[in-house]
């Protein structure tokens, strides 16, 4: 009998259950995740083609940002499955029906508890592998974007102005990648002005940075003080265009980009790169965990509240009330534990409470609902 919890085989309606909590699931990441990309690629977007890379660039860093914004919609959209998945079928009688045949809210309980072990196999995934390899990346391309000056340098028909008193021109690029008919305005001195002028030029990358080479050209000083114009012209010419774009080195990694088995065995290390305390690594390699935990606890915990409700036909408001209010309480634990085990060494321990605390009532409602004369539901087999 399905109501006998003595062991648990699956049943048609466990698949039932799990299916609809997967399908749901898949759902919410689907939304959620797109809202907050299409939030993410706004800005991104501006700053990237306003720079002058081209639309593989912003596609490329857009998928990089992915596995990031994926880990954390994930344990709320597992949520959000558990909560309206479960409203529906307490609102059509599936689950009067269901609990009629003899399944006790602890045993409807541990599909769901199934469910988010699913979810946190994903979330694992992402946490211990995908993040860090994508923010690793991200950061290496950032670096490489901001030293390529070509996206910045390189636009034909333009006044650009890569950096404060520069003004810069380019008619024409050749598919050879030779620039004709240059004009490079240098307004930096106070006391001086400088004009260059060029038939042709090439942009090279050294050791020391880019350089501007310049050929059969004209350079065109003018004093302030006296207003003298002094010309010089010349076959070639270098022009150093490292200062003026501000190219800046690469910098440490961030801990997201590091992964779990160099945060743990190579602390030391990590903190003299990062410049981060021991505390704050070891708190982040162990939040890597708990935000898999989290999609197991989110979930049993909204199944749990909403089974303390009777049946319905307008549904479970209240008890979806309570568990939306319950997540916050709990995110804000969270985010406090956090907080408290980066400034603190030994405290890491405190991240694991929140999510314990919420399996734990989770248990306990789930439970009760199961012992004659403390649940709601009466008449089950």
């Given at each position: 009998m399905p109501g006998r919890d003595k062991g648990w085989h699956v049943s048609r309606f466990d698949r039932y259950l799990l299916s609809q909590l997967l399908w749901l699931f898949?759902?919410?990441?689907?939304?959620?995740?797109?809202?907050?990309?299409?939030?993410?690629?706004?800005?991104?977007?501006d700053q990237i083609?306003?720079?002058?890379?081209s639309a593989a660039v912003f596609l490329e860093f857009t998928a990089l940002t992915l596995p990031n914004v994926i880990r954390l919609v994930l344990p709320v959209s597992a949520f959000a499955a558990a909560l309206y998945v479960t409203n529906r079928l307490s609102s059509e009688s599936e689950l009067v029906a269901v609990q009629a045949a003899g399944y006790s809210p602890a045993r409807l309980g541990r599909t769901v508890a199934v469910y988010g072990l699913?979810?946190?196999?994903?979330?694992?995934?992402l946490t211990q592998v995908l993040v860090p390899i994508s923010s690793g990346r991200l950061a290496?391309?950032?670096?490489?974007?901001?030293?390529?000056?070509?996206?910045?340098?390189?636009s034909e028909g333009e006044f650009l102005h890569p950096a404060e008193g520069i003004t810069f021109y380019i008619r024409d690029i050749t598919s050879?990648?030779?620039?004709?008919?240059?004009f490079l305005s240098d307004q930096r001195q106070p006391d001086r002005q400088t004009t260059y002028t060029a038939a042709r030029a090439l942009l090279l990358r050294t050791e020391t940075g880019p350089k501007l080479?310049?050929?059969?050209?004209?350079?065109q000083s003018l004093r302030a003080d006296t207003r003298q114009l002094a010309t010089t012209a010349f076959e070639n010419f270098t022009y150093d265009v490292s200062g003026l774009l501000q190219v800046s080195a690469t910098g440490p990694r961030d801990l997201r980009a590091i992964p779990t088995t160099e945060l743990i065995r190579q602390r030391a290390a990590v903190a003299a790169e990062t410049g981060r305390s021991g505390a704050e690594i070891v708190a982040e390699a162990h939040m890597r965990v708990t935000q898999a935990l989290k999609s197991v606890a989110l979930p049993v915990m909204g199944f749990a509240i909403l089974m303390m409700g009777g049946f319905s036909r307008f549904g479970l408001w209240r008890q979806i009330l309570i568990a939306v209010f319950a997540v916050i309480v709990f995110e804000t634990l969270d985010n406090a534990a956090a907080d408290a085990a980066r400034n603190g060494p030994g405290r890491w321990p405190l991240l694991y409470?929140?999510?314990?605390?919420?399996?734990?009532?989770s248990a306990a409602l789930l439970w009760s609902g199961r012992l004659p004369g403390l649940g709601r539901r009466e008449g089950r087999a």
């Amino acid at each position: 009998m399905p109501g006998r919890d003595k062991g648990w085989h699956v049943s048609r309606f466990d698949r039932y259950l799990l299916s609809q909590l997967l399908w749901l699931f898949g759902f919410f990441s689907l939304v959620l995740v797109l809202v907050y990309w299409v939030n993410r690629a706004v800005s991104l977007f501006d700053q990237i083609i306003a720079n002058g890379h081209s639309a593989a660039v912003f596609l490329e860093f857009t998928a990089l940002t992915l596995p990031n914004v994926i880990r954390l919609v994930l344990p709320v959209s597992a949520f959000a499955a558990a909560l309206y998945v479960t409203n529906r079928l307490s609102s059509e009688s599936e689950l009067v029906a269901v609990q009629a045949a003899g399944y006790s809210p602890a045993r409807l309980g541990r599909t769901v508890a199934v469910y988010g072990l699913v979810v946190a196999l994903l979330v694992s995934a992402l946490t211990q592998v995908l993040v860090p390899i994508s923010s690793g990346r991200l950061a290496q391309r950032s670096a490489e974007i901001a030293q390529d000056v070509t996206a910045r340098l390189l636009s034909e028909g333009e006044f650009l102005h890569p950096a404060e008193g520069i003004t810069f021109y380019i008619r024409d690029i050749t598919s050879e990648g030779e620039l004709r008919d240059i004009f490079l305005s240098d307004q930096r001195q106070p006391d001086r002005q400088t004009t260059y002028t060029a038939a042709r030029a090439l942009l090279l990358r050294t050791e020391t940075g880019p350089k501007l080479v310049m050929f059969d050209g004209m350079a065109q000083s003018l004093r302030a003080d006296t207003r003298q114009l002094a010309t010089t012209a010349f076959e070639n010419f270098t022009y150093d265009v490292s200062g003026l774009l501000q190219v800046s080195a690469t910098g440490p990694r961030d801990l997201r980009a590091i992964p779990t088995t160099e945060l743990i065995r190579q602390r030391a290390a990590v903190a003299a790169e990062t410049g981060r305390s021991g505390a704050e690594i070891v708190a982040e390699a162990h939040m890597r965990v708990t935000q898999a935990l989290k999609s197991v606890a989110l979930p049993v915990m909204g199944f749990a509240i909403l089974m303390m409700g009777g049946f319905s036909r307008f549904g479970l408001w209240r008890q979806i009330l309570i568990a939306v209010f319950a997540v916050i309480v709990f995110e804000t634990l969270d985010n406090a534990a956090a907080d408290a085990a980066r400034n603190g060494p030994g405290r890491w321990p405190l991240l694991y409470l929140p999510h314990l605390a919420a399996l734990a009532l989770s248990a306990a409602l789930l439970w009760s609902g199961r012992l004659p004369g403390l649940g709601r539901r009466e008449g089950r087999a």
